[in-house]
């Protein structure tokens, strides 16, 4: 009669032991489970990731945007509206991709939203012939052109950026394109023009500024937070893991 209490109680701790075990063995099957559908999506993910070869490939739309435009644009005899920021800047990236270079690539891609924006405001609403119909050929090419270089050099660009990130010294290369840019085309194109705003105070803001060297400064400046601040936001969104590397990484395949 004495033995069976701890008989019980021997059953008891057994029985528990055995549960014990069952639920480790349980919960370390479910961790390796998740551990080889983690291992398998990462392996599926991969093989989907460009290689080398074919991330370089995707500066050929670039280069086929600026194509468009420079057609477009010696169609109606306004070569000089290729140095617009959008329009050059798809020039640029083309050869980042090409050339394998980091630098040149976020420089581009940075200057695009800007440019997307600006297009929207003021080009986009001039495009009225389209909805009544009378358009020629030639406006409708530059329509078709005109979306490419921005919505499909945005387009490119973002998904470069994704790839090769973004790092905390872009955005000073990118203001000092827009220097080097907006020289050219104060000595590259005429006036008239009034190509990134090299030339002329931007109509309706006249009375704002009684003179260009006015209305050039406070621009600069809104230039320079721009870009530092849109560098901050790409930077966020895709940031570099360590020191900044001026050529694009090679993908995994």
Known sequence: MRCEPLLNAGLNLSSRIRSVI???????RRVLKRKNSAHRWNRELKTHKPSQSQFRLLGFFPLAFFMAQAIHYWQ???????LWMCNIGNLLLALGLFLEQALLVRVAVM?????????????????????????????LFGVVSSTLAH????????????????????????????????????L??????????????????????SAYWKFWLVLTILVGISSWILGLLLRLLWPTTGPAVEDVPTASV
């Not at 109606?76 to 290729?82: K, R, V, W």
């Not at 600006?118 to 009225?128: I, K, L």
């Not at 590259?188 to 704002?208: D, K």
């Open 188 to 209: 590259l194109t005429p006036a008239s023009m009034n190509v990134n705003l090299s030339h002329n105070i931007q109509a309706g803001w006249e009375r704002t500024f």
């Open 76 to 82: 109606i005899n306004q070569l000089g509206h290729m």
């Open 151 to 186: 919505v499909g050099g945005f387009t490119v660009g973002m998904m470069a950026l994704r790839k090769i990130k973004m790092d905390s010294k872009a955005w000073m290369y990118a203001f000092l394109w827009y220097f080097i840019v907006q020289l050219a085309s104060r």
């Open 22 to 28: 069952l639920k480790r063995k349980v919960t370390a």
């Open 111 to 139: 200057w695009m939203p800007p440019g997307l924006l600006v297009w929207f405001a003021y080009v986009v609403p001039t495009w009225g012939m389209l909805l009544t119909g009378r358009f020629s050929y030639t406006e």
